[in-house]
């Protein structure tokens, strides 16, 4: 059975920095892309960023040079390092992952190709 269990979530600062962590368990060999997405009350869900197998990332624009996705390898944990933080980052941030590699398009942070959820955790930056 697939887990994936998000945690690190909670209140900060607007300029403050916090790290997400993102267990998992169970998933087939054939996953080779880990991502967090985002959701805030009354938006859709956003990507904001993928890492692969590869170790290759990609990044949502508003997340630009303020995150951070990495995992050491496919067994470890995946984490999202969030810093520079505004009240816009407020949102309920969820682990995702699916099969292949990052084909930096358009399709990469697309929640449909994206077979295994987390529960969420969620993130508030006050001003």
């Known amino acids: 059975q697939v887990h994936l269990l998000e945690s690190g979530g909670g209140s900060e600062q607007s300029g403050g920095s916090r790290r997400i962590s993102c267990v998992h368990s169970?998933?087939?060999?054939?996953?080779?892309?880990m991502a967090w997405f985002r959701q805030a009350p009354g938006k859709e869900r956003e990507g904001v960023a993928a890492?692969?197998?590869?170790?290759?990332?990609t990044y949502a624009d508003s997340v630009k040079g303020r995150f951070t996705i990495s995992q050491d390898n496919d067994d470890k944990p995946c984490y999202l390092q969030m810093n520079s933080l505004t009240p816009e980052d407020t949102a309920m941030y969820y682990c995702?992952?699916?099969?292949?590699?990052?084909?930096?398009?358009?399709?990469?942070?697309?929640?449909?190709?994206?077979?295994?959820w987390g529960q969420g955790t969620q993130v508030t930056v006050s001003s």
């Open positions: 995702a992952a699916r099969a292949g590699p990052l084909m930096f398009n358009a399709y990469d942070l697309y929640d449909k190709h994206f077979g295994f």
């Open positions: 169970g998933l087939p060999s054939s996953v080779h892309c």
């Open positions: 890492i692969d197998s590869n170790g290759r990332t």
